[in-house]
C-alpha cells in the first residue's frame, strides 16, 4: 500500500512553468512505477508521463514531449512533473499514479493514486 499526495498546482500564463510534486508513504517507493495523468473537464483521464523504478527509463504523451520532464528521488520518495511551455490546453487536475508492475499508459492499471492538483493556464 502507498498513499500518494500531490502539490505545486496552480495559476501560469501560456509559456510559463510549473512543478508538481508527489510524495509517497507506506511501502518502499522505489518499488513502483510512478506516472503523472491529468483529466480536463469533461475529458476522460489521460497519461502524461512515467517512471520505471530506477528513474532511467521514462515515457511521455506526445502532446507534452519536450515540454515535461518526469523524474523521481527514492531517497525522498518523491516523484517530480516539470512543466514547460504551458498552454491553455495542459488545464486539467493532474493526477500521481503508482503501478506495483505496470508502466503503460492506461489510467485503470495503476494501483494508487493521489487526490489531484489543478493546474490552470491562461490565455
Known amino acids: 500500500q502507498v498513499h500518494l499526495v500531490e502539490s505545486g498546482g496552480g495559476l501560469v500564463q501560456a509559456g510559463g512553468s510549473l512543478r508538481l510534486s508527489c510524495a509517497a508513504s507506506g511501502r518502499t517507493f522505489s518499488s513502483y512505477v510512478a506516472g503523472w495523468f491529468r483529466q480536463a473537464p469533461g475529458k476522460e483521464r489521460e497519461f502524461v508521463a512515467r517512471?520505471?523504478?530506477?528513474?532511467?527509463?521514462?515515457a511521455y504523451a506526445n502532446s507534452v514531449k519536450g515540454r515535461f520532464t518526469i523524474s523521481r528521488d527514492n531517497a525522498k520518495n518523491t516523484v517530480n512533473l516539470q512543466m514547460s511551455s504551458l498552454k491553455p490546453e495542459d488545464t486539467a487536475v493532474y493526477y500521481c499514479?503508482?503501478?506495483?508492475?505496470?508502466?503503460?499508459?492506461?489510467?485503470?492499471?495503476?494501483?494508487?493514486w493521489g487526490q489531484g492538483t489543478q493546474v490552470t493556464v491562461s490565455s
Open positions: 517512471v520505471i523504478w530506477g528513474g532511467g527509463n521514462t
Open positions: 499514479a503508482a503501478s506495483n508492475n505496470y508502466y503503460g499508459p492506461q489510467a485503470s492499471q495503476y494501483d494508487y
